[in-house]
């Protein structure tokens, strides 16, 4: 089971030599990759039409960019697996996320993983020329065009929303095509599946990035049965878990892990926001700790 870090986008602020310490020191640790969120702009939660903000996030809150972030990092790191989890795909140009994505494994010599999920963010949708409504639908034709975009020098296809003439990145990734992971299909705080996006994932992703919790493996099961029932061995289908410290205390760890082991989670990754950690040496302690759990 891989070890991945959640990159405390909230918490650890603007400055570039804290954001490389922090890369360097989660890879002596022995990390096999960093996870990062992708949220381009925060509302102010005074909004015009009077309704209340229910987002999780707001203007105020800080946000490094995935792919800018990567690059930079590229040159820091020599081991660790960088992957956007997740590009909100559906606000974004899709031969630009390709082309981006592309040259971060280009970067990493061939580390990095695309993880993207449809959003919930209307603001942004708004401000990034996009329609929030067809969201669903069009992830998937976007997903068919950064493959296509990532295995075949020359693209020439007509799409629902994309056309493309005769035309290719260049340099293509290592990695063709770069694995596209998904998050979504499950609501943690309801312990409630989201069905069309479940089978969605089962049916194209190369992995779950899942919000499941210890306790409830019904999703799991279920995941997996979609995998199966789609045609696919779903023992070739990532499926990447997440311990969230402001929610389980250190001396539980032991006991998510062993239960992400034994459900066949292939990736681990620790979230250290909202934890109360004080500054970044107290992220690097805990993320210390929770490798140990891993590791042993």
Known sequence: MKLGAVFPQLEIGPDPADVARYAREIERMGYDHLVAYDHVLGAHPDRPDKRPWRGAYTHESL?????????????????????????????????????QAAEVDVLTRGRTRLGVAV????????????DFHTRGRRIEEQIAVLRALWTEPVVDLTGRWHRITRAGLNPLPVQR????????GYLAPRKEIVEPALRRIARIADG???????????????????VRAAGRDDARVGLEGRVNAYA??????????????RVGATHVELNTMGAGYRSLDEHL????????VVRG
């Open 248 to 261: 389980v205390g250190a001396d539980r760890w032991p006991a998510h892990v062993e239960w992400w082991r």
């Open 208 to 226: 779950w990035l899942t919000h499941v919790q210890p306790e409830d493996e019904r999703p799991i099961e279920h995941f997996r049965e979609l």
């Open 285 to 292: 302690e805990a993320l210390a700790r929770f490798a140990h």
């Open 63 to 99: 946000f490094h960019e995935p792919f800018v972030l990567f690059g930079y990092l590229a040159g820091i790191v020599e081991r660790l697996e960088l992957t956007p989890a997740v590009i909100v795909l559906p606000q974004r140009q899709t031969a630009l996320v390709a082309k």
């Open 177 to 184: 095509p770069i694995p596209v992971w998904m998050g979504g």
């Open 119 to 130: 959003g919930w963010n209307a603001v942004e949708f708004e401000a990034l020329g996009e």
